[in-house]
């Protein structure tokens, strides 16, 4: 899957507060480098959807395997957007459909990832025009969890599958962005339909340049493009 940009946004206003807020200044105090504050800029800018069917390669498991979460005691608490949430305050559901979580909106495990080159460059992806949801949209690499999975396994996994073995097995380190995942909703109309994620942020820096990695890409991306990181900002 890829988290789109264009065609899916969210309303850019929600993110001058609250969670978004926190985790800039969080950025902005923070003494790594770039990149993190990169990725929550964009998130932040050209916000956000992780796209509802899943890869091509893993469909049929994703169909049976995606777990779902709640929060614990008080409901009605929903986190701030992008508000990082320990996950001592939620509780494991039932294995659902991604189909299914979407239609009733139930929380769900995903992975964000920035794919960086040895220089910094960005990789973007673009969503195929055959498909149903955000079609010809550019983003960067989402994944859903299934069941019980890890999140760097999730990380690695989707690095794999829309990038390729090849292109996992050039990253020389995933870097995680928050210490806890960050909450993300986005509503599909007004019949209870939304895609509601808990999303651990990750950087995966690749140990070669750009012109010297070769992606295998999944049927779902239909065109791809590195730019450097004053380029990304301008996104």
């Not at 939620?90 to 559901?93: D, H, L, P, R, W």
């Not at 991604?98 to 495990?109: E, P, S, V, W």
């Given at each position: 899957m890829i988290m789109s940009g264009s065609g899916c946004d969210v309303d850019i206003r929600r993110t001058r507060t609250g969670g978004a807020t926190i985790l800039l200044k969080r950025m902005l105090?923070?003494?790594?480098?770039v990149l993190p504050l990169v990725l929550i800029l964009v998130v932040a800018k050209k916000l956000i959807s992780i796209l509802q069917r899943p890869s091509g390669r893993v469909r049929a498991k994703l169909a049976k395997d995606l777990r779902t979460y709640s929060?614990?005691?008080n409901t009605s608490n929903i986190p701030a957007f992008l508000q990082e949430v320990d996950p001592d305050e939620?509780?494991?559901?039932g294995v659902v459909s991604?189909?299914?979580?979407?239609?009733?909106?139930?929380?769900?495990?995903g992975a964000v990832v920035l794919v960086s080159d040895v220089r910094g460059d960005v990789l973007l992806l673009k969503r195929g025009s055959h498909l149903a949801t955000c079609p010809n949209s550019w983003g960067v690499l989402g994944e859903h969890s299934v069941s019980d999975e890890g999140p760097l396994d999730n990380a690695k996994r989707g690095v794999s599958e829309e990038l390729g073995r090849d292109a996992l097995d050039a990253v020389s380190s995933f870097n995680k962005l928050t210490e806890y995942p960050v909450y993300m909703d986005r509503e599909f109309g007004n019949n209870g339909a939304a895609d509601r994620q808990?999303?651990?942020m990750w950087e995966a820096r690749m140990d070669k340049t750009k012109e010297n990695i070769r992606l295998g890409l999944d049927e779902e991306v239909a065109d791809?493009?590195?730019i450097s990181l004053s380029e990304y900002l301008d996104w």
């Open positions: 105090g923070s003494p790594s480098y929060f614990v005691g939620i509780t494991k559901g991604i189909d299914h979580a979407h239609r009733h909106g139930l929380m769900h495990m808990l999303l651990y791809h493009q590195w």
